[in-house]
Protein backbone atom coordinates (compact mmCIF):
# COMPACT_ATOMS: atom_id res chain seq x y z
CA UNK A 1 0.00 0.00 0.00
CA UNK A 2 2.63 2.17 1.28
CA UNK A 3 4.29 1.61 -2.79
CA UNK A 4 1.28 2.66 -4.34
CA UNK A 5 1.66 5.89 -2.28
CA UNK A 6 5.10 6.90 -3.01
CA UNK A 7 4.40 5.90 -6.80
CA UNK A 8 1.34 8.29 -7.16
CA UNK A 9 3.11 11.19 -5.00
CA UNK A 10 6.31 10.79 -7.75
CA UNK A 11 3.63 10.62 -10.32
CA UNK A 12 2.10 13.66 -9.46
CA UNK A 13 5.33 15.38 -8.81
CA UNK A 14 6.59 14.70 -11.72
CA UNK A 15 3.29 15.56 -14.01
CA UNK A 16 3.82 19.31 -11.64
CA UNK A 17 7.07 19.66 -13.13
CA UNK A 18 5.97 19.32 -17.23
CA UNK A 19 3.01 20.27 -16.08
CA UNK A 20 3.84 23.87 -17.64
CA UNK A 21 5.65 22.36 -21.10
CA UNK A 22 3.38 22.06 -23.77
CA UNK A 23 4.53 20.10 -26.82
CA UNK A 24 2.71 21.51 -30.36
CA UNK A 25 4.16 21.20 -34.05
CA UNK A 26 7.14 18.90 -32.17
CA UNK A 27 8.33 22.12 -30.43
CA UNK A 28 8.23 22.52 -26.12
CA UNK A 29 6.41 25.41 -25.28
CA UNK A 30 6.84 26.57 -21.55
CA UNK A 31 3.50 28.67 -20.53
CA UNK A 32 4.39 30.69 -17.27
CA UNK A 33 1.49 33.33 -16.64
CA UNK A 34 0.16 34.39 -19.59
CA UNK A 35 3.47 34.14 -21.48
CA UNK A 36 4.64 31.10 -23.83
CA UNK A 37 8.03 30.75 -23.89
CA UNK A 38 10.27 28.68 -26.19
CA UNK A 39 13.68 27.76 -24.77
CA UNK A 40 13.58 30.98 -22.12
CA UNK A 41 12.46 33.56 -24.88
CA UNK A 42 8.91 35.02 -24.97
CA UNK A 43 7.35 33.90 -27.98
CA UNK A 44 3.79 34.97 -27.07
CA UNK A 45 3.87 37.51 -29.75
CA UNK A 46 5.22 35.66 -32.63
CA UNK A 47 2.77 33.09 -32.40
CA UNK A 48 -0.47 33.41 -34.09
CA UNK A 49 -3.88 33.50 -31.98
CA UNK A 50 -5.03 29.82 -33.37
CA UNK A 51 -1.37 28.70 -31.67
CA UNK A 52 -1.54 30.21 -28.42
CA UNK A 53 -5.17 29.01 -27.41
CA UNK A 54 -4.09 25.58 -28.12
CA UNK A 55 -0.72 25.30 -26.24
CA UNK A 56 -3.30 27.25 -23.84
CA UNK A 57 -5.75 24.68 -24.23
CA UNK A 58 -3.35 21.85 -23.96
CA UNK A 59 -1.76 23.62 -20.85
CA UNK A 60 -5.16 24.19 -18.98
CA UNK A 61 -5.87 20.44 -20.05
CA UNK A 62 -2.38 18.88 -18.39
CA UNK A 63 -3.48 21.56 -15.28
CA UNK A 64 -6.63 19.81 -15.00
CA UNK A 65 -4.98 16.05 -15.35
CA UNK A 66 -3.10 17.12 -12.23
CA UNK A 67 -5.28 18.75 -10.28
CA UNK A 68 -7.32 15.20 -10.23
CA UNK A 69 -4.39 13.08 -10.42
CA UNK A 70 -3.54 15.10 -6.57
CA UNK A 71 -7.28 14.80 -5.57
CA UNK A 72 -7.04 11.33 -6.40
CA UNK A 73 -4.06 10.89 -4.32
CA UNK A 74 -5.38 12.78 -1.58
CA UNK A 75 -8.76 10.80 -1.18
CA UNK A 76 -6.48 7.51 -1.26
CA UNK A 77 -4.52 8.40 1.51
CA UNK A 78 -7.52 8.94 3.21
CA UNK A 79 -9.15 5.96 2.34
CA UNK A 80 -6.05 4.36 3.72
CA UNK A 81 -6.00 6.43 6.50
CA UNK A 82 -9.46 4.99 7.20
CA UNK A 83 -8.34 1.47 6.83
CA UNK A 84 -5.83 1.89 9.03
CA UNK A 85 -8.49 3.76 11.73
CA UNK A 86 -10.85 0.51 11.05
CA UNK A 87 -8.13 -2.03 11.55
CA UNK A 88 -6.99 -0.71 14.63
CA UNK A 89 -10.28 -0.23 15.92
CA UNK A 90 -10.28 -4.03 15.15
CA UNK A 91 -7.05 -5.01 16.80
CA UNK A 92 -8.53 -2.32 19.87
CA UNK A 93 -11.78 -4.62 20.09
CA UNK A 94 -9.82 -7.78 19.30
CA UNK A 95 -7.60 -7.16 22.33
CA UNK A 96 -10.29 -6.63 24.26
CA UNK A 97 -11.98 -9.61 24.04
CA UNK A 98 -9.30 -11.70 23.95
CA UNK A 99 -8.15 -9.64 27.80
CA UNK A 100 -12.65 -10.56 28.52
CA UNK A 101 -12.10 -14.43 27.57
CA UNK A 102 -8.75 -13.99 30.17
CA UNK A 103 -11.08 -12.87 32.75
CA UNK A 104 -13.61 -15.38 32.54
CA UNK A 105 -11.57 -17.84 31.97
CA UNK A 106 -9.57 -16.32 35.88
CA UNK A 107 -12.84 -16.35 37.54
CA UNK A 108 -14.68 -19.66 36.19
CA UNK A 109 -11.14 -21.43 37.43
CA UNK A 110 -11.81 -19.23 40.61
CA UNK A 111 -14.98 -20.85 41.10
CA UNK A 112 -14.21 -24.26 40.12
CA UNK A 113 -11.15 -23.93 43.08
CA UNK A 114 -13.79 -22.73 45.79
CA UNK A 115 -16.30 -25.74 44.43
CA UNK A 116 -13.55 -28.08 44.69
CA UNK A 117 -12.57 -26.58 48.29
CA UNK A 118 -16.33 -26.86 49.35
CA UNK A 119 -16.83 -29.93 48.40
CA UNK A 120 -13.66 -31.08 51.10
CA UNK A 121 -14.79 -29.22 53.55
CA UNK A 122 -18.60 -30.98 53.09
CA UNK A 123 -16.45 -33.96 53.18
CA UNK A 124 -14.74 -33.04 56.10
CA UNK A 125 -17.57 -32.34 57.96
CA UNK A 126 -19.18 -35.46 57.28
CA UNK A 127 -16.37 -37.81 58.40
CA UNK A 128 -16.54 -35.37 61.34
CA UNK A 129 -20.27 -35.77 62.09
CA UNK A 130 -19.44 -39.83 60.89
CA UNK A 131 -17.01 -40.03 64.16
CA UNK A 132 -19.11 -38.25 66.45
CA UNK A 133 -21.66 -40.43 65.68
CA UNK A 134 -19.98 -43.20 66.33
CA UNK A 135 -18.12 -42.18 69.53
CA UNK A 136 -22.01 -41.46 71.18
CA UNK A 137 -22.85 -44.67 69.81
CA UNK A 138 -18.94 -46.39 71.51
CA UNK A 139 -20.41 -44.50 74.62
CA UNK A 140 -23.80 -45.31 74.83
CA UNK A 141 -22.34 -48.87 74.90
CA UNK A 142 -20.17 -48.74 77.20
CA UNK A 143 -22.34 -47.11 79.32
CA UNK A 144 -25.10 -49.85 78.68
CA UNK A 145 -22.34 -52.76 79.65
CA UNK A 146 -21.41 -50.59 82.55
CA UNK A 147 -24.24 -50.36 83.68
CA UNK A 148 -25.48 -53.90 82.93
CA UNK A 149 -22.32 -55.17 85.06
CA UNK A 150 -22.91 -53.06 88.01
CA UNK A 151 -26.95 -54.30 88.13
CA UNK A 152 -25.84 -58.08 87.51
CA UNK A 153 -23.24 -57.44 90.53
CA UNK A 154 -25.62 -55.84 92.71
CA UNK A 155 -28.39 -58.67 92.27
CA UNK A 156 -26.07 -60.99 92.68
CA UNK A 157 -24.55 -59.58 96.05
CA UNK A 158 -27.87 -59.13 96.86
CA UNK A 159 -29.02 -62.70 96.85
CA UNK A 160 -25.74 -63.64 98.19
CA UNK A 161 -24.68 -65.86 95.13
CA UNK A 162 -21.27 -64.00 95.42
CA UNK A 163 -18.08 -65.92 95.92
CA UNK A 164 -15.23 -63.60 96.99
CA UNK A 165 -13.48 -64.60 93.81
CA UNK A 166 -16.69 -64.04 91.27
CA UNK A 167 -16.63 -60.82 93.80
CA UNK A 168 -13.61 -59.58 92.98
CA UNK A 169 -13.88 -60.93 89.05
CA UNK A 170 -16.65 -59.10 88.89
CA UNK A 171 -15.35 -55.93 90.29
CA UNK A 172 -12.26 -55.93 88.11
CA UNK A 173 -15.09 -55.94 84.97
CA UNK A 174 -16.83 -53.07 86.01
CA UNK A 175 -13.61 -51.39 86.40
CA UNK A 176 -12.64 -52.12 83.46
CA UNK A 177 -16.04 -50.97 82.05
CA UNK A 178 -15.69 -47.91 83.86
CA UNK A 179 -12.32 -47.01 82.02
CA UNK A 180 -13.75 -48.18 79.02
CA UNK A 181 -16.40 -45.58 79.21
CA UNK A 182 -14.14 -42.50 81.00
CA UNK A 183 -12.15 -43.08 77.41
CA UNK A 184 -15.83 -43.25 75.36
CA UNK A 185 -16.90 -39.99 77.43
CA UNK A 186 -13.19 -38.37 76.24
CA UNK A 187 -13.88 -39.19 72.64
CA UNK A 188 -16.97 -37.82 72.67
Do not use: W
Amino acid sequence: MKKIIVTLVLFVFCFAVNAQEVVYKEVTYQVKGSKILKDGTDVTKILSVEDQEHIRSEFNIKKEELVKAEAEAKKQKEEQEKAKQALKKEQEEYKAKEKALKEQAKEQKAQEKALKKAKKEQKKAEKALKAKEKAKSNFEKAEKKHKDAIAKYEKLKNKGKLSPVDEEKSLEKIEKLQQKLDKAKDKL
